[in-house]
């Protein structure tokens, strides 16, 4: 089954969900495991525009990001294969959105704000502002994230992964959503 899934690549993953959902940590792990490449979407901007996400957000709002990152998530899909970790809010573009749900797998790791909000506090990393959700507090946050956007996550997802277990739970069951549904099968796995 592997051998198959390296000869004839499916279309990128896409991982989505809530900052803290494990989106990057989850997709490192995938794509080592199948021997795919991996890319973090506000990397990928940051690699184009020489400008992170945070700067883009802080310096020219919140909709350029959004356009920037939707040019990004365009490029990527070329790649079949690769796994793509993508910020919680790409699918407020409606063209990042057409893109994830017509020429990827998006799997949406579905974790509790609470959870998230955990993992965010727990992470030294610099997130960038979110501008349209005004909270600062990363439970406030969270939940307000989660209000806006769990209904386009799982209109778009594919399968949705409960994202609060072991990150070797949650790498096995996305592994074998995106392998079977490769082979044609169930996404749900074997």
């Not at 407020?92 to 974790?111: G, K, Y």
């Not at 979110?130 to 507090?137: Q, T």
Request: net charge positive; proline share 7%.
């Amino acid at each position: 089954r592997l051998l198959r899934f390296a000869v004839r690549p499916p279309l990128p993953l896409l991982l989505l969900g809530l900052r803290g959902a494990g989106k990057t940590t989850v997709g490192r792990r995938v794509a080592r495991v199948l021997g795919r490449p991996f890319l973090d979407l506000d990397a990928e901007v940051q690699r184009i525009t020489g400008r992170s996400a945070a700067a883009w957000i802080r310096e020219d709002g919140e909709a350029a990001f959004r356009r920037v990152e939707a040019a990004a998530l365009g490029r990527l899909v070329g790649r079949r294969g690769v796994v793509v970790a993508a910020g919680g809010g790409v699918l407020d573009a409606p063209e990042s959105r057409e893109v994830a749900t017509r020429h990827t797998f998006p799997v949406w790791l579905d974790v509790t704000p609470d959870v998230a909000a955990h993992r965010v506090m727990a992470d030294p990393v610099d997130r960038p502002p979110l501008a349209s959700i005004p909270a600062r507090d990363p439970l406030e946050e969270s939940r307000a994230a989660w209000l806006r956007r769990h209904l386009a996550w799982a209109e778009t997802a594919r399968v949705v992964v409960a994202g609060d277990g072991t990150v070797e739970d949650v790498v096995e069951h996305v592994c074998a959503a995106w392998i079977a549904c490769a082979e044609g099968g169930s996404p749900e796995g074997p």
